[in-house]
């Protein structure tokens, strides 16, 4: 069974929410913009957003042709890190995961 959105709802809200064309209305950067989410998103959601991240991160697979696949994001995850991988450990230590 293939992993969807469905299955990492947080990580999809932030990814769709967050990270879009226009990502630069809430910051220029990854910890802006992860700031700015964290602003205005409940504790538990954001502790829900490490878990899915660190599910999706265990899911094995090339993890760039899985984000791309399961997210459709309109960012390119290496803009803001070395490796999509890294994006999502720092996303993720981010909101304290």
Known sequence: MKAGMSDYPQLANLIG?????DFDLNGDTLEEIVGAYAAVTPVDQQRQLAADIERFLAQPGDIDDRFQATFHPDILPTGFAPTTREFLQRISGLVGG
């Open 17 to 21: 929410g967050w990270f879009h064309q």
